[in-house]
């Protein structure tokens, strides 16, 4: 996990917007690259604020002695909620999209005779979290009461686009009017929220009229491809997460040997096989059978026969160079001749936020500064 990266690319999206705040998204562990050691570093580089979605994340971060503002979106609001009382009291931004939501959040506020900093969601079409438009009055309306009680201050509005992915999309611009509409809505009713965010990555890279008072950058800043057809090395952005693993075994087979389970592969000549120590218990995609991903020994090589749970073979070719002890390049940054994370995604029909969420617990985190 190259730390330099992640800032590099945290000063690339500071530079391509002019809102005042930007948000780095750190949930599911960072996407797989390590909750504090990439918050620190997205701080240090000049992004103001943390995202996460779970409570629990947000906990891990102030426990951590990490003092940035910080706004967690996804929680079951219960009057018991231990983690609730502990995210409102570590001054943890909580996000609401209704008023039971609400009414919790305000009450464990005033049990603790603190005031809950929340940022009030409106769905605006992906029907995820959120206030649907025709809900949104009872809300603002309910946390302008709360507000008058001094149990909360709404310091945000925002959304998630449903099309986020997709910037081009007209139901974007639709759903940013609707945006506009119902924080106004929100000013008529008395709130006075400093924070209206919007902006994903790939509209952080291609629709600066949505950044509003901050973004919420993920994908971008770990150097991932945000969109279809946006190469992250069109706007500068590098990859931080390389996968790597020693070569374990090199043997030689025949020609019309059956490799791994069900003799999926056969080889067609006499092969050197490379073992792999990784496997779907791993986070590497069954899916990437027979792919050319790995690099080895200066080439890319193609995953043959199934995917083990602890273990793949490669294919090293009928003859090769390649040694016991030698590091293979699963992905990482295209720029080192690797294949990146995107480049699993698309071999196994998906994208690489899969293939980097995936990436299991179980494998070391290393840290580094460059490549
Ligand atoms: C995950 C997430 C983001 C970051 O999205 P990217 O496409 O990875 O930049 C932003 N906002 C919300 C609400 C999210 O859930």
């Given at each position: ?27 599911g562990n960072?996407y797989g ?250 986070g ?68 690489g936020d899969e293939v980097i969420n995936r990436i ?12």
């Open positions: 996990m190259d730390l330099d990266a992640i800032g590099h690319n945290v000063g690339i999206l500071r530079e391509r917007t002019r809102s005042a705040h930007l948000m780095a998204v750190v949930k960072a690259h390590g909750l504090l050691e990439t918050a620190r570093t997205a701080l240090a580089a000049g992004a103001d604020w943390l995202g996460t979605a779970q409570l629990s994340e947000a906990l891990a971060l102030r426990r951590a002695g990490i003092t940035a503002p910080i706004l967690a979106w996804l929680y079951l609001a219960t009057t018991s909620g231990g983690a609730m009382a502990e995210a409102v009291g570590n001054d943890v931004d909580i996000s609401l999209g209704s008023p039971a939501q609400l009414e919790v959040v305000a009450g464990i506020a005033s049990g603790l005779g603190r005031t809950a900093f929340i940022h009030l969601e409106l769905d605006s079409g992906l029907s995820r979290g959120g206030a649907r438009r025709e809900d949104w009055p009872a809300l603002v309306a309910a946390a302008r009461a709360a507000e008058l009680s001094g149990s909360v201050t709404v310091r945000g509005v925002w959304t998630h686009l449903a099309w986020a992915d997709v910037p081009a999309h007209p139901a974007n611009t639709a759903a940013v009017a609707e945006f506009e509409e119902a924080v106004r809505e929100a000013f008529d009713a008395g709130l006075a929220p400093t924070l209206r965010h919007v902006a994903s990555s790939a509209n952080i890279l291609a629709r600066p009229e949505f950044h509003f008072d901050m973004v919420r950058a993920g994908l971008a800043m770990y150097g991932l491809s945000p969109a279809e057809h946006m190469d992250p090395a069109d706007y500068g952005l590098r990859p931080a997460l390389s996968v790597t693993a020693p070569v374990v075994l090199v043997k030689h087979v025949p020609a019309g040997t059956g490799v791994s389970y069900e003799h999926r592969a056969i080889t067609h000549e006499s092969r050197y096989l490379g073992l792999i120590p990784l496997g779907y218990a791993d590497i995609p069954k899916g990437i059978s027979g792919s050319s991903v790995v690099m080895v020994g200066g080439q890319r090589v193609p995953v043959i026969g199934k995917v083990c749970m602890d273990q793949f073979m490669v294919d090293l070719g009928h003859e090769t160079s390649v040694r016991v002890g030698e590091t293979a390049l699963l992905f990482g940054d295209p720029a080192a001749g690797a294949a990146s994370a995107d480049d699993w995604g698309a071999a196994i029909n998906s994208h299991a617990p179980r494998l070391q985190r290393v840290y580094t500064h460059g490549r």
